[in-house]
T-cell receptor, first 115, second 116 residues
Framework: SQQGEEDPQALSIQEGENATMNCSYK?????LQWYRQNSGRGLVHLIL?????REKHSGRLRVTLDTSKKSSSLLITASRAADTASYFC???????????????FGRGTQLTVWP | DGGITQSPKYLFRKEGQNVTLSCEQN?????MYWYRQDPGQGLRLIYY???????QKGDIAEGYSVSREKKESFPLTVTSAQKNPTAFYLC???????????????FGPGTRLTVL
């Protein structure tokens, strides 16, 4: 399968703590993206990191990518109750013959932030 | 407002009936996608279209059909051949088309289909 796999499946923390979610994948990629989904809603794009980048920041989000280990992590600093959602990683495949444009989504990490 | 819309939000269908889910975007995106999401699961790709009048099967296309007659619209029909159609259906679009790179996808709010 080309899907990413997030770890942990569920994460429960207090407001103000940092939340770290990990994603592992199996094939070569062009980019890796993180999305957020509130319950019963569509996904919202958070951040994209290209295969030649190692780290990227956006507000309270920090994403790292290690292509040698085929893994990525998403760090949310100073979590808030409003950060409660499911977080998905998605890989944009690279390599010859890959279908351009499509993404492969993992099963997600359910983050709960308690007030 | 630019965005991607799906209708209806909730849909109930009797077994044996076909039903069509609407997806419209005014983002001028070339590529559009349909995903299925089951409880506690990730997104599985049903069909995608990288350009008008062209579409490809995704990973779980059996029992579904699509058309892409206009750039803005990518309707999905769930046919009676789909054995377990109850799920949350998400439509997305992106600028990627035939090019790799910045293929961030923009999602609609979803349609929850329940088969009675």
């Amino acid at each position: 399968s080309q899907q990413g796999e997030e770890d942990p499946q569920a994460l429960s923390i207090q407001e103000g703590e940092n939340a770290t979610m990990n994603c592992s994948y199996k094939t070569s990629i062009n980019n890796l993206q993180w999305y957020r989904q509130n319950s019963g809603r569509g996904l919202v794009h958070l951040i994209l990191i290209r295969s030649n980048e190692r780290e990227k920041h956006s507000g309270r989000l920090r994403v790292t990518l290690d292509t040698s280990k085929k893994s990525s992590s998403l760090l949310i600093t100073a979590s808030r109750a409003a950060d409660t959602a499911s977080y998905f990683c998605a890989t944009g495949p690279g390599g010859r013959g890959s279908t351009l444009g499509r993404l492969y989504f993992g099963r997600g990490t359910q983050l709960t932030v308690w007030p | 407002d630019g965005g991607i819309t799906q209708s209806p939000k909730y849909l109930f269908r009797k077994e044996g009936q076909n039903v069509t889910l609407s997806c419209e975007q005014n983002l001028n995106h070339d590529a559009m996608y349909w995903y299925r999401q089951d409880p506690g699961q990730g997104l599985r790709l049903i069909y995608y279209s990288q350009i008008v009048n062209d579409f490809q099967k995704g990973d779980i296309a059996e029992g579904y059909s699509v058309s892409r007659e206009k750039k803005e619209s990518f309707p999905l029909t769930v046919t009676s051949a789909q054995k377990n159609p109850t799920a949350f259906y998400l439509c997305a679009s992106s600028t990627a088309g035939w090019r790799p790179g910045n293929n961030e996808q923009f999602f609609g709010p979803g349609t929850r289909l329940t088969v009675l």
